[in-house]
């Protein structure tokens, strides 16, 4: 492999016109694509097969029900001593709900005077608001029609708030992509000193970027997406695209310094640090295409663009980041560097100091190292799932005071109801049953379809939608065995899917850990190097979730992060997080055993050999943690809660496993395995294929040729 990619990468860099005008092509492609085929994107969570689902299906054959058509709630009430049913409020709701009847697009208005939409205090109401589209088809200019008609009733004293798909206003935001960037900007000035290689790596990861959204706003014209798609990507693919030229470019500056001239040293650096970039890719695309065996058919379709995203970040390092350094030359490189080779300093490098220090404390450094993860892993022990809704909202928002105000209208359950279907026979039957259930407030007389065949009861739980009562309650209504009983609703298909991801979650980590170690045997060369990694990835992602659960659950330090309110975690974190970062830590892995490796297999000594991999992996693996920290803790600004609390677990995952795990934990339990770490069984080792990921039949085939005496000045 590094043979080829050494011919790839000069190639790339000797017709750089032709590689760059290719890559102009393949954009201008995707971008007609994009424009011409894009459909909206999905919010919705829904896994077929459920009961849910099934119950679902069936409400829209029988009762012509489509769970499609857009709907929202105004939500009326008034303090103090007043009463909705008062003259002057009574009088501003219905001109309100006239006002909302002649609203564009609307097709039905439930007044709550004549629907009894009123709590008990008389202090609450709400209307019901029904589309005859779904919402991704409702305009803006519709939504502000509906705002507008809703605020009428403001002129009575009368507090308005909404709730409802229909209602969200929030726009999608880049501040966090845009602060990630600056940052990882700045990382790379000092990593480099130039202005021109710290802007390779940035310009690279953009272009790459730019492809993978360009395609899934192409794929959004065949497939439905989910709305959170296009942020994963974006997230996974700025982060290792910066990563991954960060390396190709280090060593291409490294191989420059050593007197090559630029055709040579693009074709080296490719065919070494290319090789790494290849598997550490290939680990990141197998975590997120793994996502495809949970079941979750949203779920599949994010992890698959993510990793489609990946996959072209990849190519992009290896392809046009060598054209574009054969358009910069030695510009590159430091100023004071260019015109002859830099000097060897006296001092040691970070790297090496570290390396040693760790390799001398090697017992302590270890069990200090292993000490810390436990105690940040420790909260993850109460850990709770649950998807979002607008209970989890920001507090300002008008959706959040809308269930506020429900909930204490009410009662808590309400927002979150169950829907009962049932046959018509059975109807009564079941409505007693579920009524002596503990953490039932109320149940509906059943409604019978035209058909009269079947039945459908609404039951109000006494707890919120995401309390684990109401999860109790779901699980002893589907338990009274009455036949042809199913339950749904919103809150029901929360529960399904939640459950439905942790049934996943250890086949899904069977499968990632299980393949990767495969990958990592063939790139290592050993049994004990995988176990390791995978080792130090289980610690990390501990690490990650106990952290996560004792922010984003518990409260502690949320007002450092902007995090207005507190809940359970999202129920697909466990499988984007263990997926991403599982992903991420073997890029570590590989970047700095990959140069331990390189130099074992040339003849040095167990710990000399971890000593070199620290001296020129450590600063480039630093500098990569940074960027992917600040990319990630860019998008701890985003409104959404999956997004913010993601972009949080992995900052501090990826803090983590590279400071931690990877430049203290990984060096310590080298040096204590010795040689044994590159043990191999012999009959394995005539089994496996031989990558050549170290490049060590490249280092031989370049060995016969002279080494060049003098720098050749390869202009652009």
């Known amino acids: 492999m590094a043979t080829l990619l050494y011919r790839l990468g000069r190639f790339s860099f000797r017709r750089r016109r032709l590689t760059l005008a290719v890559w102009v092509l393949i954009l201008a492609v995707l971008g007609l694509g994009a424009v011409t085929l894009s459909a909206p994107t999905s919010s919705a969570f829904e896994i077929p097969g459920t009961e849910s689902s099934r119950a679902l299906q069936v409400l829209r054959e029988k009762f012509g029900a489509d769970s499609d058509a857009a709907t929202a709630r105004v939500v009326f009430t008034v303090t103090g001593g007043a009463k909705l049913t008062d003259a002057g409020p009574k009088a501003a709701i219905e001109t309100a709900v006239a006002a909302l009847q002649q609203a564009p697009r609307v097709a039905a208005v439930a007044d709550p005077f004549k629907t009894k939409t009123i709590s008990q205090d008389q202090q609450t109401a709400y209307a019901t608001i029904t589309y005859p589209v779904a919402a991704t088809d409702v305009s803006t200019a519709d939504r502000t029609a509906l705002l507008a008609a809703g605020a009428t009733a403001e002129t009575g004293g009368v507090r308005v708030e909404y709730s409802g798909e229909v209602t969200d206003t929030t726009t999608e935001s880049h501040a966090g992509e845009a602060i990630g960037i600056l940052v990882a900007a700045f990382v790379l000035l000092i990593t480099?000193?130039?202005?021109?290689?710290?802007?390779?790596?940035?310009?690279?990861?953009?272009?790459?970027?730019?492809?993978?959204?360009?395609?899934?706003?192409?794929?959004?014209?065949?497939?439905?997406?989910?709305?959170?798609?296009?942020?994963?990507?974006?997230?996974?693919?700025?982060?290792?695209?910066?990563?991954?030229?960060?390396?190709v470019v280090s060593r291409y500056r490294h191989e420059l310094g050593r007197g090559h001239d630029g055709e040579e040293a693009a074709g080296r650096a490719v065919g070494t640090a290319g090789s790494a970039v290849v598997f550490a890719g290939l680990t990141v695309i197998i975590a997120l295409a793994a996502l495809s065996v949970t079941g979750v058919p949203f779920l599949t379709a994010m992890g698959i663009a993510a990793a489609g995203t990946v996959a072209v970040a990849v190519l992009v390092t290896l392809s046009l980041l060598p054209a574009i350094l054969g358009f910069a030359g030695r510009k590159v490189l430091?100023?004071?560097?260019?015109?002859?080779?830099?000097?060897?300093?006296?001092?040691?490098?970070?790297?090496?100091?570290w390396g040693r220090g760790v390799l001398r404390h090697r017992w302590v450094a270890l069990l200090l190292s292993l000490g810390v993860l436990a105690v940040a892993a420790v909260p993850a022990l109460d850990l709770r799932l649950a998807l979002p809704d607008d209970g989890t909202a920001a507090v300002d928002s008008t959706q959040r005071k809308a269930y506020d105000q429900l909930?204490?209208?009410?009662?808590?359950?309400?927002?979150?109801?169950?829907?009962?279907?049932?046959?018509?026979?059975?109807?009564?039957?079941?409505?007693?049953?579920?009524?002596?259930?503990?953490?039932?407030?109320?149940?509906?007389?059943?409604?019978?379809?035209?058909?009269?065949?079947?039945?459908?009861?609404?039951?109000?739980?006494?707890?919120?939608?995401?309390?684990?009562?109401?999860?109790?309650?779901?699980?002893?209504?589907?338990?009274?065995?009455?036949?042809?009983l199913a339950v749904t609703g919103p809150t029901a298909v929360n529960i399904d899917i939640s459950e439905k991801l942790s049934a996943a979650l250890i086949p899904y980590l069977a499968i990632v850990v299980g393949l990767a170690f495969v990958l990592l045997m063939l790139v290592f060369r050993s049994v004990l190097v995988p176990l390791k990694a995978t080792a130090g990835f289980l610690l990390s992602v501990a690490a990650a979730f106990g952290a996560l659960v004792a922010v984003f659950q518990n409260g502690h330090l949320a007002g450092l992060i902007g995090l207005e309110s507190t809940g359970p975690i999202v129920s697909v974190m466990p499988i984007f997080l263990i997926g991403i970062l599982f992903g991420l830590a073997m890029d570590y892995e590989v970047f700095l055993v990959t140069r331990t490796r390189e130099e074992f297999v040339h003849g040095a000594g167990p710990d000399e050999a971890v000593v070199a991999g620290m001296r020129h992996g450590a600063r480039v693996v630093t500098a990569a943690a940074l960027i992917m920290m600040s990319v990630f803790a860019g998008f701890i600004l985003a409104d959404d809660t999956i997004i913010k609390s993601l972009g949080f677990a992995l900052a501090f995952g990826?803090?983590?496993?590279?400071?931690?795990?990877?430049?203290?934990?990984?060096?310590?339990v080298l040096s204590l395995l010795g040689r044994a770490a590159w043990w191999l069984p012999r009959w394995l080792d005539r089994v496996l294929p031989d990558v050549d990921v170290e490049g060590e039949k490249l280092a031989r085939q370049l060995a016969a040729e002279p080494e060049p005496r003098e720098p050749a000045l390869s202009a652009p």
Request: proline share 8%; glycine share 12%; charged share 10%.
């Open 334 to 353: 430091p100023r004071k560097n260019r015109d002859a080779p830099a000097q060897p300093g006296h001092k040691l490098p970070f790297g090496e100091r």
């Open 192 to 247: 480099f000193g130039s202005l021109v290689a710290a802007g390779l790596p940035l310009l690279t990861a953009i272009v790459g970027v730019g492809l993978g959204m360009l395609g899934i706003q192409t794929a959004t014209g065949f497939f439905d997406l989910s709305s959170s798609t296009s942020a994963l990507a974006t997230m996974l693919g700025l982060a290792v695209g910066i990563d991954y030229a960060l390396f």
């Open 654 to 668: 990826v803090a983590v496993d590279a400071f931690i795990v990877r430049m203290t934990i990984v060096p310590a």
């Open 407 to 484: 909930a204490e209208g009410f009662g808590a359950g309400f927002n979150g109801p169950l829907v009962i279907v049932v046959g018509a026979a059975e109807a009564g039957r079941a409505q007693q049953a579920i009524a002596t259930l503990p953490d039932v407030a109320a149940v509906t007389p059943p409604t019978v379809n035209p058909a009269g065949d079947t039945a459908m009861l609404t039951v109000v739980p006494s707890s919120a939608p995401t309390a684990e009562a109401t999860k109790d309650l779901v699980h002893a209504i589907r338990g009274r065995h009455v036949p042809g």
